[in-house]
């Protein structure tokens, strides 16, 4: 987004003003986008997904809006790494417990995303993230840890969740409940390199990666959709997020050479490194993909106390 005045305007959004792109796909359709609009962008492989998913209106934290949140064109990636549960349970609040592959062996993540062209326009967010056990089951059955190291079906906790933009940051955390801040915040993602930054807070390096990009596959749109629910409180009550990914071009290496992960300072380092990581197991890229990010909902979460 440009910076300039001329090239931005302002918005109410949940009693707050945020600045947007003029024109963009938020300053015309207010979450309402054209469908045929989208699919003549040219980043944007088809609009299929979406048509069959409508949207609903409903009653949020910021206010009334459209549900699910559209994105037509992203590009992501996720290094999975074994830590032990002794400090995975350290970050956790008490009421959910990590996803062990092992005895004693949980799984972290670090991720980055690219969202070429969203309801809210472009934005690149990072997280820090924790794989858990689904709320929902008591006991974790064989399919459900399949999944989740497939990237199939994951839950997650998010530690911490930074985005390069007011919207994504005001929606995020207000109405998702996600920990989110704004940073200058780099993502670039293509069939050979991924690469990835995002700035602390005196605007030196928070962390950065660097991986060659896995040998892609590419899959018809509507054939691998993955979904990810995530777990959040808003004023004290427990909420679950479900996003849903339509992978048009993906890629998995296992104990990915020549990735370089660089832990600076700041928030998102410190929260790596509470997690203690011992080896990364896995790179996922997707390369080219859609994602429909729908809005929080209760959710009943079992007190482990």
């Given amino acids: 987004m440009s910076s300039t005045q001329q090239d931005v305007v302002e918005v109410e959004l949940g009693g707050r003003r945020v600045p947007v792109p003029k024109d963009g796909l938020y300053d015309r359709y207010r979450m309402a986008t054209d469908l045929d609009e989208v699919a003549r962008d040219p980043r944007v492989s088809g609009v299929d997904f979406f048509r069959r998913m409508p949207k609903t209106r409903v009653d949020s934290s910021i206010g009334a809006t459209l549900s699910p949140n559209f994105y037509y064109r992203i590009s992501t990636a996720r290094l999975t790494m074994l830590a032990r549960s002794r400090a995975i349970r350290a970050r956790l609040p008490v009421e959910l417990a990590p996803l062990e592959i092992a005895p004693g062996l949980g799984l972290v993540s670090v ?67 996600f920990p989110k801040w704004v940073t200058e915040l780099d993502v670039d993602i293509d069939g050979d390199r991924t690469a990835a930054r995002v700035a602390n807070d005196t605007g030196g390096t928070d962390l950065a990666f660097s991986a060659p990009t896995p040998a ?90």
């Avoid at 059955?141 to 998010?158: C, M, P, Q, R």
């Avoid at 071009?249 to 490194?273: I, K, M, N, S, Y």
């Avoid at 509470?274 to 896995?282: A, E, F, M």
């Fill in 111 to 177: 991720m980055f995303f690219r969202y070429d062209v969203c309801d809210i326009d472009f934005y690149t967010e990072a997280a820090v993230g924790i794989a858990v056990r689904p709320a929902r089951h008591g006991r974790l059955g064989f399919v459900d840890l399949l999944a989740a190291l497939k990237n199939e079906n994951l839950d997650s906790y998010v530690l911490s969740l930074p985005v390069s933009t007011d919207i994504a940051q005001v929606r995020g955390h207000d109405g998702y409940g």
């Fill in 216 to 305: 892609q596959t590419r899959y018809p749109s509507g054939r691998r959709v993955s979904t990810l629910t995530s777990y959040t409180t808003i004023n004290g009550a427990w909420h679950s997020t479900l996003s849903q990914t339509n992978v048009l071009a993906a890629g998995t290496a296992h104990f990915p050479r020549g990735a370089a992960l660089q832990v600076g300072e700041g928030r998102l380092a410190d929260d790596l490194r509470s997690l203690k990581p011992i080896k990364s197991v896995q790179l996922d890229v997707v390369t080219e993909g859609q994602l429909a990010l729908h809005m929080p909902v209760p959710t009943s979460v079992p007190d482990r106390n």
